[in-house]
């Protein structure tokens, strides 16, 4: 069967600044979370691959963008790396050196065609504001983000139209201090909270300043739900999957869209002792600077079931409580990565956003597959046959695709990632991009055959799938 890609729909791909760039040219107090992290816990990195080198992208930037031309990339986004964008992260000294590897960047991609959008912040918090402020903890760190936002916009809004304030806000604190997986390994709910609650206030800061500079764009967030499924139809699975998708859905989505907390969410931390303090002044903020479009990153459903057994009274609240993950038998899975690989997920959370957050603008920014030990699926000529990670764009993308044409706002689809990056503690050991780096001192490149494919459903707006009926 033949599907047809709409006019206008973004085919593009991204990637970040820290899982590319590398530390060529950072200075001694520029490290960002995940420098630190890093350089703490190099043992829990694969390999011990981590952002020291990555791909080397602040001196391979151009071999980048020209193979983005060869595959006629339509849009790239990428993101700011805050903790090196200031020498003086208080007083705001903007490192020049680093503004201007941004903005040749910027003007590498609209000389190829590739329009860009920009990320303010992708896991990047400077590690001088964690050392002083406990990082997102403190309302100055929204203030300082909120001054970095107003530079960064008046340096590059000229040339840049579309702005994500985050990407997967949700993310660090819960690793962190939800789930203390992460270092430094504290588990703390109430700081949790904190942290999605002070990342909020800070992306509607971002808002109010971009419109009020008023220079053509948009800008939005990067957020990374997950569509949940409960087990089966008993009411107290049904409860299990709600509760999963308030704490980790609604609690960006309400008041990121709407304006507002869900006062359910609200509840339910009063009545565990862990909800947070707000001001008047910084709800109206959140009320009145809500998102222009969103970024949805997508990559498997997550499957609940009511729990099993009565929570410990002993153990800090954790959301999970209310919910078991379970593991559905017969699951078609993402071995190397250990994600299930379910297309029906794009589908069902663009009805998601259209049911229940008035069909916002939005894309899909992140979905793709990462593959471990790659390298054994290069052919004679070293080209990577990569036909799995085809066929899982084309499954979602034709589920993507058959929502668009029922009413859903979606606007495109990006793919992770263009090139092969680090990724948190995985480093090089799951391969996602189109383009595949050697670990080598070059960061040699070399297009993959979904590089290739993926060039020719962006010329011919068309790909084929098999029959429907294998995809439900």
Excluded at 13 to 30: F, L
Excluded at 85 to 94: A, G, K, M, N
Excluded at 169 to 176: E, H, S, Y
């Amino acid at each position: 069967m033949k599907i047809t890609i709409p006019e206008n729909f973004i085919i593009g791909a991204a990637s970040s600044a820290w899982q590319t760039e590398g530390w060529v040219g950072k200075k001694e107090n520029q490290d960002s979370y995940l420098d630190r992290w890093y350089k703490n816990e190099k043992f829990v990195w694969h390999n011990g691959y981590g952002p020291a080198v990555a791909t080397n992208f602040m001196e391979k930037y151009q071999d980048d963008v020209d193979l983005m031309k060869e595959i006629k990339l339509t849009h790239y986004r990428t993101s700011i790396n805050w903790a090196r964008f200031f020498t003086d992260h208080e007083q705001l000294i903007v490192d020049e050196d680093y503004a201007q590897h941004i903005s040749d960047v910027i003007d590498a991609l609209l000389a190829a065609g590739v329009e860009p959008m920009l990320c303010l912040e992708h896991y990047e918090v400077p590690a001088v504001l964690s050392d002083k402020y406990d990082g997102w903890s403190s309302r100055k760190v929204v203030d300082l983000y909120a001054g970095y936002a107003k530079i960064a916009f008046e340096r590059f809004g000229d040339r840049v139209k579309q702005w994500f304030t985050f990407n997967e806000p949700i993310v660090p604190q819960t690793r962190i201090y939800l789930d203390a997986m992460r270092w430094p390994h504290e588990q703390n709910t109430q700081k949790w909270l904190l942290w999605n609650y002070h990342k909020v206030l800070a992306s509607a800061k971002a808002v109010e300043i971009y419109h009020e500079l008023n220079q053509g764009g948009r800008i939005g967030c990067v957020l990374n739900p997950e569509m949940v499924y409960a087990r089966s139809s008993s009411e107290a699975d049904q409860k299990a999957a709600a509760m999963y998708d308030l704490f980790f859905n609604q609690i960006f989505f309400t008041p990121m869209i709407k304006g507002i907390y869900p006062q359910e969410l609200i509840d339910i931390c009063q009545a565990h002792g862990v909800w947070i303090e707000t001001a008047a002044e910084d709800l109206a903020t959140i009320k009145e600077n809500t998102l222009d479009f969103l970024g949805v990153n997508q990559y498997y459903p997550k499957r609940v079931r009511s729990p099993k057994y009565a929570p410990n009274a002993e153990t800090p609240f954790h959301p999970e409580i209310f919910y078991d993950t379970f593991d559905l038998p017969g699951k078609q899975m993402n071995n190397s990565r250990g994600w299930e690989i379910y297309p029906q997920v794009m589908y069902d959370m663009a009805l998601y956003l259209k049911n229940n957050y008035g069909n916002i603008p939005w894309l899909i920014t992140e979905n793709g597959m990462g593959r471990e030990n790659e390298e054994q699926y290069q052919d004679e000529t070293g080209m990577v046959q990569d036909s799995y990670r085809i066929d899982f764009i084309r499954q979602h993308l034709r589920y993507l695709i058959k929502a668009v044409e029922e009413g859903a706002n979606c606007e495109g689809y990006m793919l992770w990632a263009f090139t092969d990056c680090v990724s948190p503690m995985n480093a090089f050991k799951n391969r996602y991009g189109l383009v595949r780096i050697e670990l080598n001192e070059e960061r040699t490149r070399s297009m993959k055959k979904s590089g290739l494919w993926y060039k020719s459903i962006i010329e011919t707006r068309q790909f084929e799938v098999a029959d429907e009926q294998e995809y439900k």
